[in-house]
């Protein structure tokens, strides 16, 4: 129940109470007024009937005394005297008639009786005048006429008792009325009061218990422990505020959350680097001691020993050879984990056969293979060819790799290779695996092997050299040419590496490196629909989450279209044609198996590449039904951009002009906007500037005010007298403190400015993701 | 004759350094591990030790302690050899036991003016 429904009953509970009281009083006062009503008339019906009686008193005596006198005088009446007499009974006849109006209906019949009574008794007293008048005649006698009052009187005596008894009665009922009256009045004010001071102390009980504990969970929330969950009893406000407060400490421990591990992400990189650096420095100092080493020894020999057969130095030479290139391997490996980190490695797609370059390379791996007295073991028919186009470079350095680690960590052992064609999603494949039977690692060392710079563990470097690039870049290059690697292993037994591969590495929608390279290879037909800017739909009903993946997608340029059901984004998907679709699995009604199906099922939509994502490993099974790659969830932003990139390929040639003096956090911006995919060009000199601008006009200025303040106000005056550059928008890049009065002369100076404070450069970044998606830019050749 | 353990377990290093020291006139032994590192020290008795520090089965930190907590090896002079050229590996090296420390590549005339050095000081004649 909430406050106001609580409120709302006590107010009508207390109303209700009045109401009651009212009525009560009013129907008390009513049967009041009623019975004093009755009192009144019974009071004026006994004076009445006292006056009845002394009127009639008079008159019987009267008359009496007229009939004593005329027997004993025989003397009649005068007719004035008479007339007098009659209209006196006529008095009283009305006195009678009067009187019934005054009595209550419960009396009348005593009324009655006394009117009969004194009817009788007025017709004999007129007929006792008419004899008065004629003397001597004799006619109602004085006995009749007494008997004959006498009952009158009776009847007058009854009805005075009547008058008594109903004023009696009625004084009692106002008695009992008022003090029911009041008794009730009392009753109603108590329980009132008692209502609503029970009201209000349930109402404030609950009140502070909520606040109470709303204020413990605010403290306990705030001193960190996010784990803590506020109960408040009922669904009311306060209800709803502990609610919101655990809904906010979950989203705190969520992002708490993601910051540790991204910390820890970091931490685990950079001890990783740290102790790369540290091994090639070895690495690279080994080899290289050596070639030294040998070196001044034959210089020395050759001085020192004249008749030196040049034979005698070819041994030393040779070994200076190897040494050689094996630190040529280990710097080639070092650029080419650099390349693919900075997104600079270009793939050269070629036919060529699989089976056969897997041969040519075992060929040359005999040596290593009978260092540890293995032997490889090539295991696919005779006569079998599997035909592929992909980067054969790429492809040979990955078996290479596979192949030299095999060799590496067994000994006395067989390496077998093997090659199986299958289908997936409609699309060849060919599934290759590296075995051995050698020292295998644990399930803790596999998760880590094809994160770069890392090893097994660290006895192994001294024990085997090596460098921990080699399965980083297989899975690298696995990814780049739309494949993908596992291994599985067992300490002690041996270790499987599978690679699978598309047959045509350029059929699947492949990477924006690759397709250039190979002009006969069909383009994506999809790829730069509209100016280079990907529109990527997002389906997913957990609102935080698609908001986190429309982030990344805008950041990396990407016009992002969001559906929080399966209908809304299947009729998006058909009205809009993405370039990619990220479907969430688990979702209420249409889930993502359903939307992937019917997606599949559409001719217009059956070729829009489907990134499933989910936390639950169903990665086989979206494979099976088409999807083109499966990410795990919570959503790991360098992947999802890593799988846009090779899905949605942008052709974004957008040129920015980056005029900053040279910083480190400068190199930091220049690289977030190539992996953005800018063309930048960077410099310090308002001059030079004003030349890149000239030569090739920019997209977008991002100019910084913290160059020396003639070169701002110079540059922003070229910039608002140039035609072209007139029309490109600026960025200005503004220290959060200071430089007002720069940035005001530059507002004179520029209309088209956009302030930024560079605080974060994840937010610049976005920003200009968000222009490059939004612009249309110049196209350029790269 | 000066008599030198060389341990180092990269063959080809071991091998030119070996005969580079040989060709100066010193009687070269080898060892390619720790473990060989310390019986030879203990047996042989070389009058110095050239170490390298990144060894298999063993590393040259425990092979030095090894060496100095037998009263064998208390007096044999340990030049350590490290591919590392991290500061604290000589700190390191010295705290182990070492007498010296060389980084490679090797500076073979610094190296020798170390073995004469070292060598000499425990009496032996320089070749
Ligand atoms: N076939 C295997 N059997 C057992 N362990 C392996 C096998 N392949 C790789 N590993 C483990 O994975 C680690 C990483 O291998 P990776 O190829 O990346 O580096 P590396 O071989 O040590 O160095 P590099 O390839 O740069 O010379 C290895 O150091 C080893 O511990
Ligand atoms: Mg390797």
Known sequence: MTLLQRLTIAIFGVLLLFAINVVSFAIGNNTIRHSLDAVSDAVQGQLNASALRQSLDNLHKQLLVLVTLRESAGQGISAAEADRTRREIAGLRDLVERMERNTSDASLPVHGVLARETESLF???????????????????????????GSTERALAAFEAAMIGVSRNEGQQVETTGKVIGRITIIVFLSSIFFTSFLGFLLIRHTNESLRRLREGTVRIGGGDLDYRITVPGGDEFGQLAQAFNDMSDQLRRAVQEVHEAKEQADRANAAKSSFLANMSHELRTPLNAI????????????????????????????????????????????????????????????FDAVEALRELAATMHTLAAHNRNTIVIDVPEGTSAPIVSDQTRFRQIFANLLSNACKFTANGAVTL??????????????????????????EQLQSVFDAFVQADSSTTKKYGGTGLGLALCREFCTLLGGRIEAASEPGRGSVFTVEMPVDAAALPVTEAAAPARSDAPAPER?????????????DDDADARELSARVLRAEGC?????????????????????????????????????????????????????????????????????????DKPVDKRRLAATLERLAPRDRSGHVLLIESASPARDVLVEGLREQGWYVSSTEQAGEALAIARLSPPDLVLLSLGLPGD????????????????????????????????????????DRLVVHDPVALESLLEKTGRFAAEAPLNPRPR | MTRILLVEDNEMNRDMLSRRLARKGFEVLLAIDGEQAVTLTLAERPDVVLLDMNLPLKDGWTVAREIRADARGRQVPIIALTAHAMSDDRARALAAGCDDYETKPLDFARLLGKIAALAGARGAPPP
Not at chain 1, 123 to 146: A, Q, T
Not at chain 1, 302 to 327: K, N, V, Y
Not at chain 1, 428 to 443: A, E, K, N, P, Y
């Open chain 1, 527 to 539: 790829a730069r629909a509209e100016a280079g800017v990907p529109t990527v739909l997002i389906v």
């Open chain 1, 292 to 351: 030294i080493g040998y070196s001044e020894m034959m210089v020395e020999m050759a001085t020192e020993e004249e008749d030196l057969a040049a034979a005698e130095l070819t041994g030393d030479m040779q070994r200076i050879l190897t040494a050689g290139r094996h630190l040529l391997s280990l710097i080639n490996n070092v650029l080419d984990i650099a390349k693919i980190e900075t997104g600079k490695m270009t793939l050269y797609l070629e036919s």
């Open chain 1, 711 to 750: 070169d701002v106000v110079t540059l922003s005056e070229a910039i608002a007298h140039n035609a072209t550059l007139r029309q490109v928008p600026v960025f200005v890049l503004a220290a959060a403190d200071g430089e007002a009065d720069a940035r005001e002369r530059l507002a004179s100076a520029l």
């Open chain 1, 559 to 631: 016009h992002v279209l969001e559906a929080a059901g399966g209908d809304e984004g299947l009729r998006l998907a058909r009205e809009r044609l993405p370039d990619l679709i990220v479907l969430d699995l688990v979702m209420p009604g249409m889930d993502g198996w359903e939307v992937l199906s019917v997606l599949k099922d559409n001719e217009e939509t059956r070729d829009i590449p489907v990134v499933l994502q989910s936390m639950l490993d169903a990665r086989d099974q979206a494979f099976d039904r088409g999807a083109a790659e499966f990410l």
């Open chain 1, 123 to 149: 017709r004999d007293w007129e007929r006792l005048l008419l004899d008065l008048r004629r003397p001597l005649r004799r006619g109602v006698s004085i006995d009749e006429l007494k008997a004959s009052y």
């Open chain 1, 418 to 443: 093997d090659v199986t064609p299958f289908v997936r999603g409609g699309f060849d494949w060919l599934r290759l695996r590296v075995r051995d039977t050698g020292i295998g690692m644990t399930t």
